[in-house]
């Protein structure tokens, strides 16, 4: 079975870090780039990064672009998002999803999601 | 920063028909970029149910489909159920330099 499992995901003051993760299990993961979307509380969903198979592209919303480093271990079946310099408007449940297709991608499966709430 | 438009609502009653529109721009569906759809139940994560504008993956009910007309795209739940009500987001590429990827508002369904 395809699954992804987020963690890393809590309370974290305004200008704090933290470092999500995402595990994923029951496919190759080393041939598809992921992604990381998250909705804010009772708002929609907001690509936010990203990153190929071999991490040689990588992308940013430009929300995030300049304190969100997104990156993967293949030996370790695993994506990460580090969130520098984090703001009130970071707070959302964040998803890490597989990018499914060859140019114009969609997103499957998604993960259930860590929370990360900025506040003071 | 969506910027593909969804109505915040729709409803209907069970066995009835109803869709949803996702308008973009000359940028992302108005390029010819393929839509897609997912379906977000009360506090779960999203899940795929059209790819590729028309596409469903296997196990999504034949009761839900899409189509794509210049710059905007439809979802369309026929024979409308209970276990329907939900968020729809569609979602597309974008060309512009500031964003990749894009979702719709969202639309929430319900099942009168």
């Known amino acids: 079975e395809v699954q992804l499992v987020e963690s890393g995901g809590g309370l974290v003051k305004p200008g704090g870090s933290l470092r999500l993760s995402c595990a994923a299990s029951g496919f190759t993961f080393s041939s598809y780039s992921m992604n990381w979307v998250r909705q804010a509380p009772g708002k929609g969903l907001e690509w936010v990064s990203s990153i190929s198979s071999s991490s040689s592209y990588i992308y940013y919303a430009d929300s995030v672009k300049g304190r969100f480093t997104i990156s993967r271990d293949n030996a370790k079946n695993s994506l990460y998002l580090q969130m520098n310099s984090l703001r009130a408007e970071d707070t959302a449940v964040y998803y890490c999803?597989?990018?499914?297709?060859?140019?114009?991608?969609?997103?499957?499966?998604w993960g259930q999601g860590t929370l990360v709430t900025v506040s003071s | 920063q969506s910027v593909l438009t969804q109505p915040p609502s729709v409803s209907g009653a069970p066995g009835q028909r109803v869709t949803i529109s996702c308008t973009g721009s000359?940028?992302?569906?108005?390029?010819?970029?393929?839509v897609h759809w997912y379906q977000q139940l009360p506090g779960t994560a999203p899940k795929l149910i059209i790819y590729?504008?028309?596409n469903r993956p296997s196990g999504v009910p034949d009761r839900f489909s899409g189509s794509k007309s210049g710059t905007s795209a439809s979802l369309a739940i026929s024979g409308l159920q209970a276990e329907d009500e939900a968020d729809y987001y569609c979602q597309s590429y974008d060309s512009s330099l500031s964003v990749y990827y894009v979702f719709g508002t969202g639309t929430k369904v319900t099942v009168l």
């Open positions: 999803a597989r990018e499914m297709g060859v140019i114009q991608n969609w997103f499957d499966p």
């Open positions: 590729g504008n028309s």
């Open positions: 000359s940028s992302n569906i108005g390029a010819g970029y393929d």
